[in-house]
């Protein structure tokens, strides 16, 4: 039965969500922050809002591949991790139903068996199984290998494990994720360039005691970057070594490769000097081991405080420094932890001046207080300089725009005086024009008047010529007919 869309929405208000939308066969549910969660059809929301209300209510909820297999877990508190019991619990009751093995990768394939089981897969599938295997963890091999320390403590061999059967011994240095993330691209665009390093020992796994299991010596970065890059073997470099000698090559990678504070740098180099400076006597089962002398001074003498100086490459004074500071009470080093003065070796080194853990203690909460002071001071030395800078960045600013003021004004009154010059030629025009208008006014009317005494010529004239015409009809017609022809002919041909 489809679920009805309103209760859907009630359903997902009291959830935290803050509307449903639906876009084509799809609906999509908004949470408050953004966050956008798209579903198929009315069913597939009322089934993520099962999910929902499972989890809020404190259960846990697998992902898995279109195939089924696991890919992650979480709760409301975030991630969980696949080995959780509620994790197992779940994919156990779910084992009734077998996945399409057929329709998986060769690495899905591997992750059912190695997490879940093969249960459920026929022979073919099996043989298909170990095949992926075998690919698998030649996809592992190739790596380059480098030299571990500066010196060969044994045998090294290639070695392919699976990551998740791979031991970590208690009280190693924590992860630090921005080296784990930067490892990460690293491998992604080169490939992993320098294995870790492992050995085989007896170990007390879950209460039980493991004979011959990989155990890691160095490279917990590494191998926690090729786990979460999805890999499911790595090559490593086997060690035929002690108990000794795997702590003193954690320790040179350590000190070559980690980024560590002052406060783990001195332990690091503190413990290399206390593992080569004691000689296990053997004595049957009980064997001890026993302080050796320091060598006094001599060329070519080895041995004690000054050898396994020359062997981190360090000073002396240096490796005494380091030991004082490893000497701290645990009370002491959680003291410069807390008050961030693990970096700090002058404070470290103040403190383990003082003979009692208490004093220790003193000691770097007077430290504490000094950096506190010191901060103080240089806080207010930031303000101050801040304010200075502040006054001569306002000064600076305020010159320049005095300095881009004056020359506005000088350019105003250039153009003020270039305004007053093109004033004066044009009244020099002006008056030139009114000059020239004047003449030319005078020239118009003598030139009237000269048109006027012409006109007036030319009237006369026409009078005198009409007056001499008006004669000369008279006069003509006192002539006879023929008389006239032939003068009128003559003065044609005149």
Excluded at 59 to 81: F, L, M, Q
Excluded at 135 to 153: N, P, T, V
Excluded at 261 to 287: H, N, V
Excluded at 473 to 490: G, I, K, Y
């Amino acid at each position: 039965m489809t679920a009805d869309i309103n209760e859907l929405r009630a359903r997902a208000k009291a959830l935290g969500y803050s509307k449903i939308d639906k876009h084509g066969t799809e609906y999509w549910l908004i949470g408050i922050d953004g966050e956008r969660t798209g579903v198929e059809g009315l069913d597939g929301v009322a089934g993520h809002l099962d999910d929902v209300e499972a989890i809020q209510g404190g259960a846990v909820r697998v992902i898995t591949t279109a195939c089924g297999v696991p890919k992650y877990a979480h709760d409301k508190d975030g991630p969980v991790s696949l080995d959780d019991p509620r994790v197992i619990e779940l994919l156990g009751a779910e084992c009734g139903t077998a996945p399409d093995f057929d329709a998986m990768s060769d690495k899905e394939l591997a992750l059912h068996d190695h997490r879940v089981g093969n249960v459920g897969m026929n022979a073919d599938q099996h043989k298909r199984l170990e095949r992926a295997y075998v690919r698998l963890r030649k996809k592992a091999e190739g790596a380059q290998i480098f030299s571990l320390s500066g010196r060969r403590l044994a045998t090294e061999t290639l070695s392919i494990q699976a990551i998740d059967d791979i031991h970590i011994l208690p009280g190693r240095r924590t992860l630090d994720e921005n080296t784990v993330v930067n490892l990460m691209r690293s491998i992604e665009r080169i490939g992993l360039q320098s294995p870790p390093s492992i050995r085989f020992a007896t170990v007390m796994i879950d209460g039980e005691e493991c004979d011959g299991w990989p155990v890691l010596v160095a490279g917990r970065h590494r191998l926690e970057a090729m786990r979460r890059l999805g890999h499911m073997w790595i090559t490593c470099v086997a060690l035929n070594i002690s108990d000794i000698a795997a702590e003193l090559t954690e320790i040179s990678e350590n000190l070559h490769r980690a980024e560590l504070t002052a406060l783990q740098r001195d332990e690091q180099i503190a413990r290399w000097i206390e593992l080569t400076t004691i000689k296990p006597e053997i004595s049957g089962d009980d064997a001890k081991p026993v302080q050796l002398a320091q060598v006094s001074g001599g060329r070519g003498n080895k041995g004690g405080l000054s050898e396994a100086s020359r062997e981190l490459g360090v000073e002396r004074t240096d490796a005494v420094r380091a030991m004082k500071v490893a000497a701290l009470s645990p009370e002491a080093k959680a003291a410069a932890k807390e008050a961030g003065l693990d970096d700090n070796r002058s404070a470290l080194l103040a403190a383990a001046r003082a003979d009692t853990p208490s004093g220790q203690v003193v000691a770097i909460k007077g430290w504490r207080q000094k950096k506190a002071e010191a901060s103080s001071v240089a806080a207010l030395t930031t303000v101050v300089t801040g304010v200075m800078d502040a006054a001569t960045s306002s000064t600076m600013l305020l010159q320049r725009r005095l300095t881009k003021a004056k020359e506005q004004l000088e350019e105003k009154e250039g153009q003020r005086q270039s305004q007053e010059s093109r004033a004066e030629i044009a009244v020099k025009q002006v008056r030139d024009a009114t000059s020239r208008a004047m003449f030319a006014e005078a020239d118009k009317e003598r030139l009237q008047a000269e048109v006027d005494r012409l006109t007036e010529e030319n009237a006369a004239l026409r009078t005198v010529n009409d007056e001499a015409d008006a004669r000369y009809r008279e006069l003509l017609a006192f002539v006879n007919e023929a008389d006239r022809e032939t003068f009128m002919a003559q003065q044609q041909a005149a």
